[in-house]
């Protein structure tokens, strides 16, 4: 019960993830060389490995979806610090927010997702 709540967690900070980027897509992103066509990437893969992760009883999609966040948290990072590709963020919509709040759950649901599924005995004739 605690996996399928875990993977229901996980799967929403995908998808939510998947949705803000496709809003700024559709608002500005589009327009900017190089981080427009990295927003649709996170869109895709955020379906996907949403998908998977409820789909696939394996510890794979799980640790996949923790590398979404993390790796999304930190071009995020290097847009309010440093700059991504000419794109320097000030965190100052709801957009932001939101998709900070969704990454931060794949990576904290996620990992929370590795260790339960680790832990847990896989029933007979399924994939762990």
Not at 48 to 75: E, K, M, Q, S, Y
Not at 78 to 99: I, K, Y
Not at 104 to 125: D, E, H, K, T, Y
Request: charged letters at 10%; one cysteine or more.
């Amino acid at each position: 019960m605690v996996g399928w709540v875990l993977r229901i967690l996980v799967a929403a900070g995908l998808l939510g993830s998947a949705w803000v980027h496709l809003v700024v897509w559709l608002d500005w992103a589009s327009e900017t060389a190089v981080v427009g066509e990295l927003f649709l990437v996170n869109v895709v893969a955020g379906v996907i490995i949403a998908a998977a992760v409820l789909l696939w009883r394996h510890w794979l999609p799980a640790l996949t979806a923790v590398g979404f966040g993390a790796a999304t948290l930190l071009a995020y990072a290097l847009s309010l610090t440093v700059g991504l590709f000419g794109v320097q963020e000030q965190f100052a919509t709801q957009e932001e927010l939101w998709a900070l709040l969704a990454e931060a759950g794949c990576v904290v649901f996620g990992l929370a997702l590795l260790f339960v599924s680790g832990r847990q005995a896989p029933i007979r004739g399924e994939v762990a």
